[in-house]
């Protein structure tokens, strides 16, 4: 069924649907006002196609009320759309139908941070910068780190977020243990709980992690913490050519050495990030880096943790080893490296997210370069090397002389499409996915049956239809009913 007829079948938020969800959640927690819903019309995709007004934003405070709206949307046929911090990249959180644009951001309370299971309850709503300065108080730590500290922890779960760290701590899954979410029928479920294994049946909260919001809205999560690292510290290894860099990935996992995080990066994002914070990179040899983060239960391990990835950079090319070894150096480095996203999102059309074996990150960045010298299209690509995450970014500009300079529409326009067609070929053709921590969403929809089967997508179809009969919740997003 397409869109357009899909929009026509829902019906529209009117007077009296206001008056009823005003009795849910009081006047107040509604926003009608065109003008102020802008920013409830898009996350951070950063093309216009995909912008759309709610008829009306609601935000709760409790999942009761959560239950109350979803029980009067199902009844009258309105689509609702849950929406965290709208960090995202491919539109999981616009509401394409109109409808209720559902806002967690009240449902903000860090309920308990269970030191005796070293678990931590907390409500969907929550941002990831004051969850990590929970934890730390408590001398705990959440392992996943996407990137964006405004994201939602209910969002994070809900797209089953990965980051750097994923290499040595996996992604958000790893972590959850147990679930609140209110079902589109507006039944409260709390499948798992505070346990560190279980095989009661089928795994309901896995179902859940990753559902990008269409089956359920999570709005409160039991997650695993771990004891503080006792000491962390990041390496920089500049190379000549990304090949090097990524062959001493697999190099390091055969000496035994598991880095928290390992990343590699262009020198041109690096120089164009630097002027953005008037902040210096320190390694200036080289046109690739690796930044290597480890951690150790002491000084001593970590030292002699150093000098075997130090060996191993050197074995396949590395030009030095610099070593930052003290907060402010650490500092310096991982600002740098946070803000690369920053220092290229103004001219950025789409940031792809395609993951493959990490043998193959070399062979995908090759054809990368390949597409990019055919379309004459500036495409910098930096990720996650040891976990074969590879974020291209699509640009509407090209690189000159440490300058981003623009190009106009009609030159990118007809190229964009046959951009994204040829690197997901190839993320097909080394047995990769289109997404490896950003989700579906809306953006990725149509290339989901170049790495998923029909019988796949056949299932996963009728999973959502069993849980949402009516495709009230976050319609259009992932697949189609």
């Not at 090209?398 to 964009?416: A, S, V």
Request: aromatic letters at 6%; one cysteine or more.
């Amino acid at each position: 069924m397409n869109e357009e007829r899909r929009t026509r079948m829902y019906k529209k938020v009117d007077q009296r649907i206001l008056e009823k969800l005003a009795r849910i959640v009081g006047k107040r927690s509604l926003i009608t006002d065109r003008e102020k819903m802008h920013d409830f019309s898009h996350d951070e995709f950063s093309l216009s196609d995909i912008v759309h007004y709610p008829d009306v934003v609601v935000k709760p405070k409790t999942a009761k009320e959560i239950s109350g709206i979803l029980q009067l949307a199902n009844r009258e046929n309105i689509p609702v759309t849950p929406r965290g911090g709208a960090s995202g990249l491919c539109g999981g959180s616009v509401p394409i139908h109109g409808g209720i644009v559902l806002s967690l951001e009240r449902m903000n309370r860090i309920i308990e941070i269970d030191t005796a299971n070293q678990m931590a309850v907390v409500e969907a709503g929550v941002m990831l910068s004051d969850f990590y300065e929970a934890a730390e108080e408590a001398g705990l730590f959440f392992p996943p780190h996407p990137g964006e500290e405004s994201a939602m922890i209910g969002g994070v779960i809900a797209n089953n977020a990965g980051g750097a760290r994923a290499v040595k701590y996996g992604v958000v899954r790893n972590y959850v243990r147990g679930l609140e979410v209110v079902l589109p029928t507006g039944k409260i479920i709390r499948p798992g709980g505070k346990l560190m294994k279980s095989s009661t049946g089928y795994n309901l909260v896995n179902l859940f992690i990753g559902s990008e919001g269409t089956l359920g809205i999570i709005t409160e999560a039991i997650i695993q913490l771990m004891p503080s690292p006792r000491v962390i510290r990041s390496l920089i290894i500049p190379y000549n050519s990304l090949e090097q860099a990524i062959e001493t990935v697999p190099l390091l996992i055969k000496k035994k050495i598991l880095p928290m995080a390992v990343e590699f990066m262009p020198r041109e994002v690096i120089e164009l990030t630097e002027k953005v914070l008037k902040k210096t990179w320190p390694v200036r040899a080289g046109s690739t880096y690796l930044l290597i983060i480890i951690d150790a239960s002491s000084e001593d391990e970590i030292d002699k943790m150093s000098v075997s990835v130090a060996e191993a950079c050197m074995e396949k090319g590395a030009l030095e080893v610099f070593v930052a070894d003290n907060p402010q150096k650490q500092a310096q480095v991982l600002e740098i490296r946070s803000k690369l996203f920053e220092a290229v999102k103004a001219l950025v059309l789409e940031v792809l997210d395609i993951v493959v074996p990490r043998a193959e990150i070399a062979n995908h960045f090759r054809r990368v370069q390949e597409v990019s010298e055919k379309y004459q299209m500036w495409l910098p690509t930096f990720g996650h090397a040891a976990d074969g995450n590879v974020h291209t970014h699509i640009m509407r500009a090209r690189y000159e002389d440490g300058e981003l300079i623009p190009i106009p529409e009609e030159e990118w326009q007809p190229k964009l499409e046959a951009v994204r067609d040829e690197l997901y070929k190839d993320c097909q053709l080394r047995g990769g996915m289109i997404s490896g921590e950003h989700g579906i969403g809306v953006v990725k929809k149509h290339y989901l049956p170049y790495v998923l089967s029909e019988e796949e997508i056949s299932l996963m179809r009728g999973i959502k239809a069993h849980f949402d009969p009516h495709n009230i919740l976050n319609p259009g997003k992932i697949i189609d009913l």
